[in-house]
């Protein structure tokens, strides 16, 4: 039996004369790309340019909502009220769309970003408000999320469709949290020990943590962070890897979501 699995990447980060990642070779590479909305990174000319270099490489694209907090790459704790987020969220939502539908493309899935993915993956009141942002914009949008998370449990309680994540860079805690990057053992160094990590939790549909925990989960999507320097390289060996194991790579929207 057939496999399936997406590959996506956080994409469109750069911001003015400020250029972060390799989106063109990334984009050869995955098949989603999360698009960053202005608010922790990117701006509305690198909005414009990364979906058109997403358009040209066939990949689905999604928002990639944050704090707005482009000093601290959105990667900073904030304490926003829920109405307040609410909006935040629903103007990036409508910024990348619009932009989207000016490209011809149609945004399928919407991906957190930094501290705010991280605080509603952990706090259930702070999920809530990000899944009803999404789910006010347009209910039919997927929510790509880390697995097991809280932010994963309020998209099924709301009935968005939800896509499962892991990371093939990032190590996890027993409580199936990310590692918090200010650890040492946060980051998985090398496209070889991203594919290892990456293959152990598929085989066994579970997170593994740092510790050797295992804890099931529905695992549909691998995130390659595209800031880091070994991003293409360990996007083009998952991708290779994981297609010479059997696996079929998919956009966010090609996967099953009931």
């Not at 601290?72 to 990036?92: C, D, K, V």
């Not at 997927?142 to 994963?152: D, N, R, T």
């Not at 194991?245 to 099953?256: F, I, K, P, Q, S």
């Amino acid at each position: 039996m057939t496999r399936t699995v997406n590959l996506n990447a956080d994409l469109g980060e750069s911001f003015g004369a400020w250029e972060m990642g390799s989106d063109a070779e990334m984009l050869a590479t995955v098949t989603s790309a999360n698009i960053a909305c202005g608010f922790h990174a990117g701006d509305p000319l690198v909005m414009r340019r990364t979906l058109r270099l997403a358009r040209k490489a066939g990949v689905s694209v999604g928002a990639h909502i944050g704090f707005p907090d482009l000093q601290g790459f959105g990667r900073r704790p904030m304490t926003i009220p829920a109405p307040e987020l609410e909006a935040i969220i629903l103007y990036q939502l409508a910024a990348l769309s619009g932009m989207a539908r000016a490209e011809g493309l149609l945004m399928s899935h919407v991906k957190p970003h930094g501290a705010l993915s991280n605080m509603a993956s952990a706090n259930v009141e702070i999920a809530r408000t990000v899944v009803t942002a999404i789910k006010d914009f347009d209910p039919a949008l997927i929510l790509l999320a880390p697995a097991l998370s809280e932010l994963c449990q309020a998209g099924y309680e709301k009935d968005l469709p939800v896509v499962e994540e892991i990371f093939a860079d990032r190590a996890y805690l027993d409580d199936g949290n990310l590692v918090p990057r200010s650890r040492p053992d946060a980051m998985i160094h090398g496209a070889e020990a991203s594919l290892a990590h990456v293959t152990a939790m598929l085989d066994q549909q579970a997170l593994i943590s740092v510790t050797g925990k295992r804890l099931p989960a529905t695992i549909g999507s691998i995130c390659v962070h595209g800031d880091g320097p070994d991003a293409v390289r360990t996007a083009r060996y998952l991708r290779e890897e994981l297609l010479h194991r059997g696996y079929r790579l998919v956009a966010v929207d090609a996967l099953d979501t009931a």
